[in-house]
């Protein structure tokens, strides 16, 4: 079904009510009318009654899936393309293995699950056309690996928009063909434990939630490294993808992922491994998080 932006925020406020609109048009998955109302909302400086609905609309509805006691792998910046040099698939293979063999039920993607780029003459370049994307989201396709016994929950990243900008719905079509759960692009809500946490891929846009929502941390990848910080935690890089990183630490930005663990009472812990050369390293030192929701700051850096 055919429908604009502007169809479905007017058919929303005259309903009152996300699911009948969500199947009226039938759209799939939440997280498409989701972006739409937030993007509505972002683009706001003042609320009126109209926008207060869609505000209360969202926060009833924004939490894709509900984790309680569960232990889950994060891992992010994957950079899938068929293009370059890229050890991602080999890594995933083998976080997939390692959840299955440590009993992880759970994987959580935090973005960038495709390069969204080409090779031309030796150098790196954005898709010029549609046919570019989908000859990319094909190789994506056929390669992205799954295993019955670990949900995957993805959220896409700024390379992922970039095959969306050129038609190419890459985290619809990884929901259709792979069977896993698509959060969003850019961010999401899930609840674990109870708790409200923010998946972000870039932190930069947490300005568009910060007064629609309380929750206890933000889990971010984008930076391509792992650093746990006062409020948000920085998912790793699962691939050997080190453009634009400068840090003295080259643990910081090795390869690697983190698994969350609940750890007593509404606290959660965080591990972090990671790859050098062919063997995997676990570093001595956890970081345990509260797990206390609040409205946080409009901008964290």
């Known amino acids: 079904m055919e429908y604009s932006e502007e169809e479905l925020i007017n058919a929303l406020v005259e309903c009152k009510n996300f699911e009948k609109v969500r199947l009226q048009f039938n759209i799939k998955h ?7 109302i937030l993007d ?30 569960e232990n889950i792998m994060l891992i992010s910046d994957t950079h899938i393309s068929s293009t370059n040099s ?8 083998y976080v997939l293995q390692f959840c299955e063999q440590n009993k992880i039920n759970g994987l959580i993607h935090c973005g960038d699950i495709g390069d969204g780029s080409i090779t031309v003459n030796g150098s790196q370049t954005s898709f010029r056309n549609h046919d570019d994307a989908r000859k990319e ?11 019955s016994s670990v949900t995957q929950l993805l959220l896409a ?31 999401a809500f899930i609840t674990f434990n109870g708790h409200n946490l923010l998946l972000q891929h870039d ?3 947490s ?27 920085k998912i790793p890089m699962l691939s050997n993808e080190k453009r634009g990183n400068k840090v003295d630490d080259e643990t910081l930005i090795a390869p690697g992922f ?42 964290i850096k």
């Open 40 to 69: 509505k909302l972002s683009r706001i400086n003042k609320y009126d009654d109209k926008t207060l609905m869609l505000k209360q609309m969202y926060t009833e509805n924004c939490r894709i899936c509900d984790i309680t006691n």
């Open 207 to 233: 300005w568009m939630v910060y007064d629609k929502l309380q929750y206890s941390f933000i889990l971010s990848g984008h930076s391509h490294k792992a650093q746990f910080e006062d409020k948000y935690i």
């Open 86 to 93: 890229n050890q991602a698939l080999d890594y995933l293979n």
């Open 157 to 187: 990243g700024n390379h992922d928009v970039w095959y969306l900008d050129k038609n190419v719905d890459i985290l619809g079509e990884l929901a259709k063909e792979k069977k896993i759960i698509p959060l969003g692009y850019n961010q």
């Open 137 to 147: 989201a094909a190789y994506l396709l056929e390669h992205y690996p799954t295993n």
């Open 258 to 299: 983190c698994v969350m663990k609940p750890f007593g009472d509404d606290t959660v812990r965080f591990e972090r491994y990671y790859f050098e050369g062919d063997s995997l390293n676990k570093n001595p030192q956890t970081y345990d998080y509260e797990l206390n929701d609040y409205y946080h700051e409009m901008f």
């Open 30 to 36: 939440k997280y498409i009318l989701l972006d739409i």
């Open 203 to 205: 932190v930069s846009y």
